[in-house]
């Protein structure tokens, strides 16, 4: 049994179409878990897991990402995609400009991107995305992109070593937000994503690039054990990050670690 204000306020704000496929969840481990045994059984493109909080939420690169209570938006978004395409890698980044979208329009400000996905405000992190490809047990392919939203956490909620990392959109602009309102709104965005993906993403490539602030930094590039200072120079047209290295050397990098200096503590 649901209540908390998303069982509210969600209806309204979303219509009953769009509801008959949300999915709505007091306490529950993760919601990108639960969005793949929803996929297993069959779950239609544009299927949509929501907790209020997650026990064990999951981050990138084997992390968790702090779900408490009444606080933050947890919420999983199913893809069928037709083929299995290249444009898959591109899905986290469409995601960040969606969730930046959905944050302007319910915030009135707009967060920076965070190559590749994280949305940062004032150098803090405000939201994780982490899009996983699974395989149903009808062998077709589906991907669970799970966002993470901090929305009204007091910066002295979040543990102290995550505290010069993470932040709350409430704690960065001094502004109340409504959650369901944002929700509702992230939602939109991701139909609208939806209905764009893979093939029309000038717009979503043209707002990266616009709001990425790794560009033109001096970045870490962290592969393995290994650690390189680099430069970030552009974002691809398949959003990889171009680097220059001391060495004068590139690369072109998809996935793993970029860490801004400066940014999230590191010098
Ligand atoms: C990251 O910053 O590393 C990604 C964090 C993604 C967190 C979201 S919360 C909803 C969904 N369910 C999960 O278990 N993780 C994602």
């Not at 939203?149 to 102290?160: L, M, Y």
């Not at 790794?214 to 959003?239: H, M, P, R």
């Amino acid at each position: 049994m649901v209540s908390n204000d998303y069982s509210d306020a969600l209806p309204a704000l979303l219509g009953d179409g769009r509801m008959s496929r949300i999915h709505l969840f007091d306490c529950i481990d993760s919601t990108n878990r639960i969005a793949k045994d929803m996929l297993s059984d069959g779950a239609p493109d544009g299927t949509v897991i929501i907790a209020d909080s997650q026990t064990n939420g999951r981050g990138r690169l084997s992390r968790s990402f702090l779900s408490p209570a009444d606080s933050g938006i947890y919420l999983s978004y199913i893809i069928r995609p037709d083929s299995m395409t290249d444009s898959i890698s591109s899905v986290t980044a469409w995601t960040a400009v969606a969730a930046a979208n959905a944050v302007e329009s319910v915030c009135g400000l707009r967060p920076g991107i965070k190559w590749v996905n994280d949305l940062v405000m004032n150098n803090k992190k405000i939201c994780g995305i982490l899009c996983e490809l699974c395989l149903a047990a009808d062998k077709s392919i589906g991907i669970i992109i799970g966002i993470g939203i901090n929305v009204t956490a007091k910066d002295e909620d979040f543990p102290p070593e995550l505290r010069r990392i993470a932040s709350s959109i409430s704690a960065q602009t001094g502004r109340s937000v409504s959650r369901t309102e944002l929700a509702a709104q992230l939602i939109k965005e991701l139909d609208i994503m939806r209905g764009h993906w893979p093939d029309n993403g000038r717009k979503y490539l043209e707002l990266y690039r616009r709001d990425c602030i790794t560009l033109g930094k001096d970045v870490i590039v962290t592969s393995g054990e290994n650690q390189k200072k680099a430069f970030a120079l552009a974002v691809n047209d398949d959003f990889s990050l171009s680097v220059r290295f001391e060495d004068m050397t590139t690369q072109d990098i998809s996935f793993g670690e970029v860490s801004v200096r400066g940014m999230y503590g590191y010098s």
